[in-house]
T-cell receptor, first 112, second 111 residues
Framework: GQQLNQSPQSMFIQEGEDVSMNCTSSSIFNTWLWYKQEPGEGPVLLIALYKAGELTSNGRLTAQFGITRKDSFLNISASIPSDVGIYFCAGLTTSGTYKYIFGTGTRLKVLA | EPEVTQTPSHQVTQMGQEVILRCVPISNHLYFYWYRQILGQKVEFLVSFYNNEISEKSEIFDDQFSVERPDGSNFTLKIRSTKLEDSAMYFC?????????FGQGTRLTVV
C-alpha cells in the first residue's frame, strides 16, 4: 500500500532555532497537506499544497511540494515553545475517491 | 469558526459490546471520513463517505464496522462487537474537496 515516511522521527531543538522536516512517498500525490497534533487532540491543518514545486507560507511555517510529487518538506522558523507537537504530512489520493494517507509523523520538542 | 465536533470525548466499553461514535461535520462539507490512531502511532484511514454511501474503506474496516449519516448533520461510526485491539483514538473529518478538517477525537477504551 501507499506509505509516507517522515524524517526525522523526533527532534529536540532550542527555542528560536529553525526546524526542517520532510516527507517522502513511494507514490505520487496531487495534493499534500501538513497537520499538527497536540496531545489528546485531533490533527489541525497547517498548510495545503496543490502544485508540484509550489512553495507556501503560513506565518512562520513554509512548506514545499516536491517536483517529483513524491515528497514535501515543512520548515518552521524561529521556533517557540507552543510549536511542540507531532507534525504529520498527508497525501490526498483522488483516484476515484478522496482518501488522505498520513505519514509516520515527526515529534517536535522545543526547549525554552 | 466552523469545526467538526465529536461525542463522547472518552468511552469505556466492555469487550463484545457495541459502541457508536458520533460526529457532526462542518455543515457545508460533502466528504466525511473516519480515522483511528492507536496510542503513539500514525493516523490510519478507516472509511470515506460521500453522497450517502461509502466511497472507500480500508482493510481495518471489516464487517464489525459500519457508518451512517442518519440525518442531515450527524455522521456515526458503529463497532458491533468491540475487541481489545479496537482501543484507540477515533477521529472524524470532513471536507468540501481537498482540505480535511478533523474533530477532537473520541478515545475508545475496550476492557
Amino acid at each position: 500500500g501507499q506509505q509516507l515516511n517522515q524524517s526525522p522521527q523526533s527532534m529536540f531543538i532550542q527555542e528560536g532555532e529553525d526546524v526542517s522536516m520532510n516527507c517522502t512517498s513511494s507514490s505520487i500525490f496531487n495534493t499534500w497537506l501538513w497537520y499538527k497534533q497536540e496531545p489528546g487532540e485531533g490533527p489541525v491543518l497547517l498548510i495545503a499544497l496543490y502544485k508540484a514545486g509550489e512553495l507556501t507560507s503560513n506565518g512562520r511555517l513554509t512548506a514545499q511540494f516536491g517536483i517529483t510529487r513524491k515528497d514535501s518538506f515543512l520548515n518552521i522558523s524561529a521556533s517557540i515553545p507552543s510549536d511542540v507537537g507531532i507534525y504529520f504530512c498527508a497525501g490526498l489520493t483522488t483516484s476515484g475517491t478522496y482518501k488522505y494517507i498520513f505519514g509516520t509523523g515527526t515529534r517536535l520538542k522545543v526547549l525554552a | 469558526e466552523p469545526e467538526v465536533t465529536q461525542t463522547p470525548s472518552h468511552q469505556v466499553t466492555q469487550m463484545g459490546q457495541e459502541v457508536i461514535l458520533r460526529c457532526v461535520p462542518i455543515s457545508n462539507h460533502l466528504y466525511f471520513y473516519w480515522y483511528r490512531q492507536i496510542l503513539g502511532q500514525k493516523v490510519e484511514f478507516l472509511v470515506s463517505f460521500y453522497n450517502n454511501e461509502i466511497s472507500e474503506k480500508s482493510e481495518i474496516f471489516d464487517d464489525q464496522f459500519s457508518v451512517e449519516r442518519p440525518d442531515g448533520s450527524n455522521f456515526t461510526l458503529k463497532i458491533r462487537s468491540t475487541k481489545l485491539e479496537d482501543s484507540a483514538m477515533y477521529f472524524c473529518a470532513s471536507s468540501v474537496s481537498t482540505e480535511a478538517f478533523f474533530g477532537q477525537g473520541t478515545r475508545l477504551t475496550v476492557v
